[in-house]
Nanobody
Framework: QVQLVESGGGLVQPGGSLRLSCAASSNLFKVSGMQWYRQPPGKQRELVATIFTGGDTKYSDSVRGRFIVSRDNTNFTLYLQMNSLKPEDTAVYYC???????WGQGTQVTVSS
C-alpha cells in the first residue's frame, strides 16, 4: 500500500498560480500511475490529470494548457503546477494512486478576488 498526503493549496487571485504536492509514503509510488482529481463545491469529483510511470500525461479539456502534472520518483512526490487559475478551478484537490487505489485527504484551492 501507499499513503498519500497533499499540500500546497490556498487562496489565489484569478490569473495566479499554485503548485500542489502529493507526498507518498513509500517507493511503491514508482510502480503506479498517478492522478489528480478535484471536487468543486456541490459537484462530483472529476479527473484533472494523469501521469503514467513512463511519464506520459493526460489532461481534462478544462485544464489542458494551464496545468502541468509531474512526478519525482526519487522523492516519491507528485506535483500539479496550476497556472492562469480561474474561479471555476475552486475545488478540493486530491491525488490518487491508480495501482493501489489510495487517496489523499485533499487540499483546498480557492480562486477569488
Amino acid at each position: 500500500q501507499v499513503q498519500l498526503v497533499e499540500s500546497g493549496g490556498g487562496l489565489v487571485q484569478p490569473g495566479g498560480s499554485l503548485r500542489l504536492s502529493c507526498a507518498a509514503s513509500s517507493n511503491l509510488f514508482k510502480v503506479s500511475g498517478m492522478q489528480w482529481y478535484r471536487q468543486p463545491p456541490g459537484k462530483q469529483r472529476e479527473l484533472v490529470a494523469t501521469i503514467f510511470t513512463g511519464g506520459d500525461t493526460k489532461y481534462s479539456d478544462s485544464v489542458r494548457g494551464r496545468f502541468i502534472v509531474s512526478r519525482d520518483n526519487t522523492n516519491f512526490t507528485l506535483y500539479l503546477q496550476m497556472n492562469s487559475l480561474k474561479p471555476e478551478d475552486t475545488a478540493v484537490y486530491y491525488c490518487h494512486s491508480m495501482v493501489f487505489n489510495s487517496w489523499g485527504q485533499g487540499t483546498q484551492v480557492t480562486v477569488s478576488s
